[in-house]
């Protein structure tokens, strides 16, 4: 007991047993989803080596799109300290402008007779429209709003958002617009490093690891940049150091707008198809992705959005399917004893990361021995349940993000 | 200080400004065409042969951008701006300048096809444009009118207080007038008064030139006689009301507030009954959000995952076609079984707000925003999966809920005024529950958890418990708008619980003044009454498509000009204009030191 009493500052209530609960479950479904598949695969039952390369390319190329979207999220954050819901409609008004120019250059034959000076300057249209989207909102709903409480911005975001998604709508109609196919040469698959990537991703990947090393370069290297970094870590004290912080403000949402109009032709080369609705889910997982890189730090966002791109990718397909594999009882008391023995190691020290691991350890053997097996049919319809999983784990566990965040005192509260 | 202020010519003015509204202006018009409102709105008429909602759509850009191109912020402490001819120029100017915008548009539109991009803009939108006329006649037409209205605006500026406020009571009145026809027609209609509404409102919809000038004029007229503007007048009478008074107060409105409930139904007619049923069922939903947004300062975005706990549990207790559970039990008010359902429902509700709420709690606000969307869209994913679908009916949902029963009667959408009955009902609780709620320790512990979440732990705050009791009562209060919200429908599908349910709840919430009972009250009139819900048409059933474009919109402009709401509660608006009341406070000190001075 008076261990208990001399780490004061260690109270473990209720609320901490159910976050536990809820850890251990996660780990549990996962790790129990991911060697089934993998055991699966053993026996011949589960994907394939190259379904699993296939994946793994989709997941690296949507995940690369992800994050592109998560730099703005992230620098605003970083900047405002506000999730500017709106962002994923900046996206989507990139995809849609550009759609039209495609359509355009289709119909006049530049599409098929030079694909690439047509998309490129599709992407510079893309781009404009973005970059001047994410500027007329934040001069429109979020200058006013600059050191009002923190909900209320959010909240015009929102507002702003389900505005934006209904302008288009209305504008151009609910069907949604599909993009000219892209050429041939472009479909087919190159080997890269044992990997075969269809054209289109590499391309897309490409893309993105150039947009995010020129914003990297523009971020830490350049004077307006550094004005950035200043705005970010202390709004008053830059304006003292002779920054113009609304000026700042304004290269952020630019910045970001960009970024998120590149990810708009990216998501036309992956899946072609946009709609008014086409910014919402993208825009959630970005943030999802942003958070788990830790806000405010560009690399993190990049990286955070490559992770939950695969997660997603192979989260349905490999971690629910697995769930169908029933654990050998050999295996589960094997797993059940582990975790008694960490639990009983590791009891005084008290740590919650020990604590989940060992209870998600006697939940296998449980499974084990009990052989469970958990058959989900349509499981395509359950991905967008992993997204969303992702996002309320990775915010309840884990909202620091993997890397780091990078954020003013004032907006960590 | 006392310095004559100089007279200033009739040009003198931000022409910066007006020019930046005019362009505004006339922007917005040709998005308001783009979109297509003026096309689909146009079927609706506002006064018979004149004017219809479509050209209203248009004709009040003008008007509110002319006036806010002259508008001047009388500054305290400085002399107030002097009004003058000038703003009869700036208005007429913005309004030229957003007319030939417009004109410019119209022009575009006839010389390009633009319907490759935006199918809206075609020959009939033009032909109703330019009055079928050509577009050389309409957009002079266009020039004159938006002109016209623009110096009408400017001339509110200049019109004596009591003038203006005639003028803008009729307008509004007859505009109300035309709104609220179907609930008119079908009152007289019951009252057998037909004669009056046949007068009033002309064959084809819309109010006849001679009824909205008498409207009009008696607006007029009753806002002569009266002093200053009834609405606010009322409200910081409310406001100032101490103890007693108010309670009185209280007691006579929700006894006024009682007999209308129980006697309107029974004159009005179904579709009244359908829309008020509607209002009362956000109004329901809208006080729980409350409890958890304005009083508890949590933003909960996925609110409409525990009105889905509330239908589906109905729906699974009571079903006989419910696929995995059928206890087939009656929601009779008046037996065990009902109160069963109401007990299980509750109970479901508030353990469904203790798992979502649990693991959020700890999140600072926005994140905590984010979770509870990422919750409610995981509740309506997995109530549509096919994996759940053995219990919950998937995309098919559960169908064939039968009736509540409360005695001999029989409680279902058939009949709009038994629904409204059990809204009033249940509204009522909830106000109760509410209003008892906001003025204990609870209510207490919620106000200082929103303003100091630290300050109040120290204070002794148990945030964790207050937090939770928030979430749980609010999902409580959203079950229950479920349950009636099944019995209502006879069926539930997944697609009845998309996010949009939980924006347009917040933005009845935020519309109405977040912590305010009456705020809500009328938040939810105003905007399901008029708009509709998300799937519900209002008054205006035209607006159908574009609603969420205009709930966007107003949520956009009131946390720009009015934070605190349309009624706002009297500590949310201290917490909102803190400073502004401080520098008041200290402008008023000021001014009696001065006078203590000079005497």
């Known amino acids: ?413 | 200080m006392n310095q004559m202020p100089t007279r200033r010519s009739a040009t003198d003015l931000d022409w910066d400004r007006v020019r930046r509204w005019g362009i505004y202006a006339g922007l917005t018009m040709a998005f308001l065409s783009s979109i297509g409102m003026v096309e689909s709105l146009d079927k609706r008429l506002i006064v018979d042969p004149i004017l219809s909602l479509g050209f209203l759509a248009l004709l009040w850009v003008p008007v509110a951008f002319g006036y806010a191109a002259t508008y001047e912020e009388a500054k305290e402490g400085m002399a107030a701006p002097e009004k003058g001819e000038r703003d009869l120029i700036g208005g007429l100017a913005a309004g030229l300048i957003g007319g030939l915008f417009f004109v410019a548009f119209i022009a575009i539109a006839d010389a390009v096809d633009l319907r490759g991009v935006f199918p809206r803009i075609g020959p009939a939108l033009i032909d109703l444009l330019t009055f079928g006329r050509g577009t050389a006649v309409g957009g002079l037409l266009w020039l004159m009118i938006s002109g016209l209205l623009g110096m009408f605006g400017g001339l509110l500026h200049v019109l004596p207080v009591r003038v203006r406020r005639a003028v803008t009571n009729a307008l509004t009145a007859v505009f109300l007038v035309a709104l609220v026809e179907i609930a008119v027609v079908d009152i007289f209609e019951s009252l057998r008064l037909t004669v009056i509404s046949d007068w009033i409102y002309a064959k084809n919809g819309g109010v006849t030139i001679a009824g909205a000038i008498v409207v009009g004029a008696l607006a007029a007229l009753s806002s002569v006689r009266s002093e200053g503007d009834a609405v606010v007048r009322f409200r910081t009478r409310y406001a100032t009301m101490e103890g007693d008074e108010r309670k009185r107060f209280n007691l006579i409105a929700g006894a006024v507030g009682l007999v209308l409930a129980v006697v309107l139904p029974m004159v009005l007619g179904g579709l009244t009954n359908e829309l008020l049923a509607n209002v009362g069922l956000f109004l329901l939903m809208a006080l729980g959000l409350n409890l958890v947004v304005g009083y508890a300062g949590l933003l909960d975005l996925g609110y409409v995952a525990f009105f889905a706990v509330g239908a589906y549990t109905t729906a699974i207790l009571t079903s006989p076609l419910s696929p995995k559970w059928t206890p087939m039990l009656t929601l009779d008010f008046f037996s065990i079984e009902g109160w069963v359902v109401m007990v299980v429902v509750v109970a479901v509700a508030a353990l469904s707000g203790l798992v979502v709420g649990t693991p959020v709690i700890r999140l600072r606000g926005d994140y905590l925003a984010i979770v509870t969307l990422g919750f409610g869209e995981i509740v309506r994913i997995l109530f549509l999966s096919d994996w759940l679908a053995p219990a919950f009916g998937g995309a098919q949902g559960i169908r064939n809920i039968p009736a509540a029963v409360a005695g001999p009667a029989e409680i279902n959408g058939t009949k709009p005024q038994t629904i409204f009955y059990l809204v009033v009902i249940f509204v009522g609780i909830a106000v109760y529950v509410a209003w008892r709620l906001y003025h204990s320790r609870i209510g207490r512990a919620w106000a200082a958890l929103r303003e100091d979440e630290d300050v109040a732990e120290a204070m002794g705050v148990e945030t964790t418990k207050m937090k939770l009791l928030a979430f749980i009562t609010g999902a409580i209060l959203a079950s229950f708008g479920g349950m009636i919200f099944a019995v209502k429908v006879g069926s539930v599908f997944p697609s009845s619980f998309k996010l949009i349910v939980s924006i347009i709840v917040l933005v009845i919430v935020i519309v109405g003044g977040m912590g305010s009972i009456p705020g809500v009250v009328v938040g939810s009139l105003v905007l399901i009454g008029i708009l509709g819900g998300p799937t519900q048409p209002g008054l205006l059933a035209e607006f159908g498509e574009f609603k969420l474009l205009i709930y966007g919109a107003l949520l956009v402009f009131m946390m720009l000009r009015r934070p605190e709401g349309l009624w706002p509660s009297v500590q949310r608006q201290r917490e909102l204009h803190q400073e502004e009341i401080l520098q008041d406070a200290w402008l008023k000190a000021e001014a009696a030191a001065d006078s203590a001075g000079e005497r």
């Not at chain 1, 208990?4 to 609320?15: H, L, S």
């Not at chain 1, 707008?257 to 590149?262: D, E, K, Q, R």
């Not at chain 1, 086409?278 to 966002?301: M, S």
């Open chain 1, 1 to 413: 007991m008076t261990t208990t009493a001399e780490r004061a500052d260690f109270r473990f209530n209720w609320v901490d047993s159910f976050l536990l609960a809820l850890r251990i479950a996660a780990i549990f479904v996962v790790v129990w989803g991911t060697v089934g598949a993998l055991a699966l695969g053993f026996v011949g039952e589960g994907l394939s080596g190259s379904a699993w390369k296939d994946l793994i390319v989709a997941g690296l190329a949507q995940g690369s799109m992800y994050g592109l979207i998560a730099l703005g999220y992230s620098m605003v954050y970083g900047v405002l300290g506000f999730i500017n819901f709106a962002h994923g409609e900046v996206f989507m008004a990139g995809a849609m402008v550009g759609f039209f120019v495609a359509d355009y250059f289709f119909t006049s034959g530049l599409w098929v007779s030079n694909f690439v000076i047509a998309i490129l300057i599709v992407l510079v249209v893309a781009v404009a429209t973005s970059t001047f989207t994410a500027v007329l909102i934040e001069k429109v709903a979020y200058r006013p709003l600059r050191n009002s409480p923190r909900l209320i911005p959010l909240i015009t975001s929102i507002g702003v958002s389900f505005f934006l998604q209904n302008a288009v709508l209305g504008l151009v109609g609910p069907a949604v617009k599909t993009y000219p196919q892209a050429p041939t040469w472009l479909s087919q698959k190159i080997s890269v490093l044992g990997l075969q990537i269809e054209g289109t991703k590499l391309l897309v990947i490409v893309i993105a690891v150039v947009s995010m090393i020129g914003l990297w370069l523009f971020v830490e290297r350049t004077k307006t940049g550094r004005a950035m970094r200043a705005v970010a870590e202390d709004k008053e004290i830059a304006a003292l150091m002779g920054i113009d912080v609304d000026r700042t403000i304004v290269t952020t949402f630019a910045v970001g707008g960009a970024m998120a109009g590149v990810a708009g032709i990216l998501w036309a080369l992956l899946f072609r198809g946009v709609s008014f609705i086409t910014g919402f889910l993208p825009g959630i997982k970005a943030f999802t992705a942003a958070v788990l890189g830790g806000i405010g730090n560009l690399v993190g966002a990049m990286a955070g959005g490559v992770l939950l791109g695969l997660f997603e990718s192979l989260g349905p397909n490999v971690v629910l399917r697995g769930l169908r594999w029933e654990i050998p009882v050999s295996l589960g008391i094997a797993a059940l004893a582990a975790g008694i023995g960490v639990a009983v190691l590791a009891w005084r020290r008290g740590r919650v990361s020990v604590a989940s691991v060992a209870g998600a350890l006697i939940m296998l053997g449980i499974a084990g021995i009990g052989q469970w097996s958990i058959v989900i049919p349509g499981l395509t319809q359950l991905k967008d349940v992993v997204a969303f999983s992702a996002l309320v784990l990775v915010l309840i566990f884990k909202p620091s993000g993997l890397f780091g965040e990078q954020l003013a005192d004032e907006d960590r509260a």
